[in-house]
């Protein structure tokens, strides 16, 4: 069952797991895929997409106080739901674009994607695979508020809600890395952008430059000035890499 309303739909992929999607604009569709700071943090993605594509962005369950049944629990879920969305709506050449968390989930979705719904991957500051001599450092907290947010405007939340946090090591697992995606990413036939913020603490840019090596003809850009949440913390050079990608494959 979908319920639809003004900016989005709510569906039951299975019993028991309402999934809240934003849903605006209109053209080629683009699935935004969030990590574990929440959709807050590709809101900027979502705006500036959203004036000449039609954009889905899922919640995905167990963020924003979103229920997650126990048994929904590993990234593998969270792609075949997102696959079977696509396929649901007759949606075809998809752009998925998946930050930090949710750039393992567009990686595996791209992986997978036996119906060749999606058309083109970018990935930033994204984890996922096991790549040797490269850390992940999960922080304690997020970057702080995107420039131009001033001392009066509300906190924001200090990384993940309790909720987020379990769900989030539910699906990634105690690694929170898949030793297998490194070597499935040779099965990526579309376009791929990775984006990655000279700055990143979190995901290096080495290890971005690895992930992207992995995808056949992917494009690795470094923004300069720029964190784990590059079209945050540099918009202006984050979107012009992405457009400049996309202008380049005919989108």
Avoid: N
Wanted: net charge negative; hydrophobic share 40%.
């Amino acid at each position: 069952m979908t319920t639809h309303r003004t900016g989005g739909f709510t569906l039951e992929p299975y019993p028991g797991l309402p999934l809240t999607v934003r849903d605006v604009g209109a053209g080629r569709p683009v699935l935004v895929l969030h990590g574990g700071g929440g959709p807050a943090t590709m809101a900027g993605v979502v705006d500036h997409f959203a004036a000449t594509s039609r954009v889905l962005a899922p919640t995905h369950p167990g963020w924003e106080d979103t229920p997650r049944p126990e048994w929904f629990s590993d990234v593998g879920d969270l792609v075949e739901t997102y696959l079977d969305l696509l396929d649901d709506h007759d949606l075809r050449d998809v752009l998925v674009i998946g930050s930090s968390f949710g750039g393992w989930i567009a990686s595996e979705m791209t992986v997978r994607d036996r119906g060749h719904r999606i058309g083109g991957l970018i990935i930033m500051g994204a984890f996922g695979p096991e790549v040797e001599g490269h850390e992940v450092r999960f922080p304690t907290a997020p970057p702080g508020p995107p420039p131009g947010e001033g001392p009066g405007a509300p906190a924001p939340r200090r990384g993940p809600s309790p909720a987020a946090l379990q769900a989030l090591v539910a699906y990634a697992g105690p690694s929170k890395s898949d030793p297998k995606l490194l070597y499935r990413l040779a099965r990526v036939t579309v376009p791929a952008l990775a984006v990655w913020g000279a700055d990143d603490t979190v995901v290096p840019p080495d290890f971005g430059r690895a992930y992207a090596a992995a995808i056949p003809g992917a494009r690795f850009a470094l923004i300069p000035g720029a964190g784990h949440l590059p079209t945050r913390e540099a918009p202006e050079t984050a979107f012009a890499a992405i457009d400049d990608f996309l202008a380049s494959i005919g989108r």
